[in-house]
T-cell receptor
Framework: DVKVTQSSRYLVKRTGEKVFLECVQD?????MFWYRQDPGLGLRLIYF???????EKGDIPEGYSVSREKKERFSLILESASTNQTSMYLC????????????FGDGTRLSIL | QQQVKQSPQSLIVQKGGISIINCAYE??????FPWYQQFPGKGPALLIA?????SEKKEGRFTISFNKSAKQFSLHIMDSQPGDSATYFC????????????FGTGTRLLVSP
């Protein structure tokens, strides 16, 4: 079974802090994704990566950056956390190909105080 | 044009009944339409998917109906069970090389015993 592991289930940080969310997958997937999930808004794509050191902006990249130094690991960085970044963050991975299923982690619920 | 509109926002169905969730899209370049199922505390998981070259796809109690001319697709859950209680997301992507899914806003389904 594919396993996508997000380092924290719950995280509480303060406004202005630099926040790192980590994601590791064990299936040698080329593609990795970061989404945020908010009630009534569904899942919105923040960034995705199709190879090591490659990244593409999603629909809501403002205030975020990413890092992919190894194939299995994809990090989401909040450069200066703000209260409007309080959300559930989901990481996913997949093989290349637009019809390949995305496999999701169980999410990190991030609260910015 | 990138949106996928999903309805209803929530749904209560009696055990044994039929659950129907509808989605509509505008972008005619979309040609892959998956449904994801999310249980509380878990990440979404692919449930069933369809390409527009067929009008219906059935997997067990789950059926996707697709109307290309109306740019609509729907998920039908036959003989709904309490274990089907979850949030369901429709999504769409185009054959652009990168698997960039656009998700609907989600439907919270509750199947009462």
């Amino acid at each position: 079974d594919v396993k996508v592991t997000q380092s924290s289930r719950y995280l509480v940080k303060r406004t202005g802090e630099k926040v790192f969310l980590e994601c590791v997958q064990d299936m040698d997937h080329e593609n990795m994704f970061w989404y945020r999930q908010d009630p009534g808004l569904g899942l919105r794509l923040i960034y995705f990566s199709y190879d090591v050191k490659m990244k593409e902006k999603g629909d809501i990249p403002e205030g975020y950056s990413v890092s992919r130094e190894k194939k299995e690991r994809f990090s989401l960085i909040l450069e200066s956390a703000s209260t409007n970044q309080t959300s559930m963050y989901l990481c996913a991975s997949s093989y290349p190909g637009y019809n390949q299923p995305q496999h999701f982690g169980d999410g990190t619920r991030l609260s910015i105080l | 044009q990138q949106q996928v509109k999903q309805s209803p926002q929530s749904l209560i169905v009696q055990k044994g009944g039929i659950s129907i969730i509808n989605c509509a899209y505008e972008n005619t370049a979309f040609d892959y339409f998956p449904w994801y199922q999310q249980f509380p505390g878990k990440g979404p998981a692919l449930l069933i998917a369809i390409r527009p070259d067929v009008s219906e796809k059935k997997e067990g109690r789950f059926t996707i109906s697709f109307n290309k001319s109306a740019k609509q697709f729907s998920l039908h859950i036959m003989d709904s069970q309490p274990g089907d209680s979850a949030t369901y997301f429709c999504a769409a992507s185009g054959n652009t090389g990168f698997q960039k899914l656009v998700f609907g806003t989600g439907t919270r389904l509750l199947v009462s015993p």
